[in-house]
């Protein structure tokens, strides 16, 4: 068993940022591959970012490329989202979520979430 929790959500102002972190324990962290998901009012949760064992591969959504940089420690067991040039439609609960193995695309490739942190960016 994992548990995440998620922290560095808040209220920003368009262009600003925000770094989530996410905190694991229960397993061996570097055993899992990390991603991150958001889910706006009334949409489906989506993927924004993952990253590998190791840290050495990552992957991102196209609307965040360039601008959310996924990162991690397997020393403090913490997966990291920082975020730049953030934008109204960024507004969403982020989830941290962990998978045995490498990098997944989709939430039904993860096995353990986080409750989520709410950001959101005004206009």
């Known amino acids: 068993q994992v548990q995440l929790v998620e922290s560095g959500g808040g209220l920003v102002q368009a262009g600003g940022s925000l770094r989530l972190s996410c905190a694991a324990s229960?397993?061996?962290?570097?055993?899992?591959?990390m991603g991150w998901f958001r889910q706006a009012p009334g949409k489906e949760r989506e993927f924004v970012a993952t990253i590998s064992r190791s840290g050495g591969v990552a992957s991102y959504e196209d609307s965040v490329k360039a601008r959310f940089t996924i990162s991690r420690d397997n020393a403090k067991n913490t997966v990291y989202l920082q975020m730049d040039s953030l934008k109204p439609e960024d507004t969403a609960v982020y989830y941290c979520?962990?998978?045995?193995?490498?990098?997944?695309?989709?939430?039904?490739?993860?096995?353990?979430w986080g409750q989520g942190t709410q950001v959101t960016v005004s206009s």
């Open positions: 229960g397993r061996t962290f570097s055993n899992y591959a």
């Open positions: 979520a962990a998978r045995i193995g490498g990098i997944g695309l989709g939430g039904n490739d993860y096995d353990y």
